[in-house]
């Protein structure tokens, strides 16, 4: 049996074509379904939907033979045990600082809120700058508003929840796609049928 492991979400609009095209597909009537364990058009294909933070987890652990995360996640998580295989393009977004639009970040010590509590310190650090990370769950574009911070790291695409917050974009940290991992060990031991499938879908980005 091979166990798939992908992201719930935006991703996954975008990830089930790229298997379709590739030949693996999941019928509706599972798609629909409060089912964890998807059935795929293959007996020994099964798909898992998860918190796109978890996909690296279950990857890492060999639950999942290989999965598909946003670059973000594989930071953030340190992507140990899990190989990155390949760049799918998709779910492209960029990782970025903002803050109100004449907010002084050169101060001695910042205040930073986000999610993304490895890729903030990281960044300010490589930028040799003090930083008081307050981790939050999710509307961290809120927290420079109130007052709980000087400027928040998230995921941007479009740039429209920024500017519905009046906020601006200010540092490009990184920019984010989805990656295809593999489960290390298991990379050599079903090497043939994950690289059979690995050719596939990069076939048919
Ligand atoms: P946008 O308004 O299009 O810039 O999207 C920003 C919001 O969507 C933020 O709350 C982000 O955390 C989230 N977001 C944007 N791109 C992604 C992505 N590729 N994966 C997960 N969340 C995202």
Same mark, same amino acid.
């Given at each position: ?67 598909? $995360?946003?670059?973000?996640?594989? !930071?953030?998580?340190?992507? /140990?045990?899990?190989?990155? =295989?390949? #760049?799918? @393009? ?48 999710? $509307?961290?574009?809120?927290?420079? !508003?109130?007052?709980?911070? /000087?400027?928040?790291?998230? =995921?941007? #695409?479009? @740039? ?46």
């Amino acid at each position: 049996m091979l166990t798939i492991a992908l992201s719930k979400g935006r991703i996954l609009d975008q990830t089930l074509p790229l298997l379709e095209e590739a030949g693996i597909s999941i019928p509706q009537t599972e798609l629909k379904s409060r089912k964890l364990i998807l059935d795929t058009n293959f007996d020994d294909i099964q798909v898992i939907i998860l918190r796109a933070s978890d996909v690296p987890v279950f990857v890492q652990h060999g639950a999942a033979d290989f999965g598909i $995360a946003g670059k973000d996640v594989l !930071i953030e998580h340190g992507a /140990d045990g899990v190989f990155e =295989l390949l #760049d799918l @393009g998709i779910s492209k977004c960029r990782m970025m600082v903002a803050s109100e639009k004449d907010k002084d970040l050169n101060k001695s010590s910042l205040k930073v809120a986000t999610k993304y509590v490895r890729s903030a310190k990281e960044y300010f650090y490589s930028q040799g700058k003090q930083v008081e990370v307050i981790k939050l769950y999710g $509307a961290m574009e809120l927290a420079p !508003i109130v007052g709980l911070s /000087d400027c928040i790291v998230d =995921l941007v #695409d479009t @740039g429209n929840t920024l500017k519905a917050n009046n906020l601006v974009p200010l540092d490009l940290i990184y920019e984010v796609s989805s990656r295809l991992i593999v489960n290390s060990a298991a990379f050599n031991t079903k090497h043939s049928e994950i690289n059979g499938w690995i050719q596939k879908i990069k076939e048919s980005l």
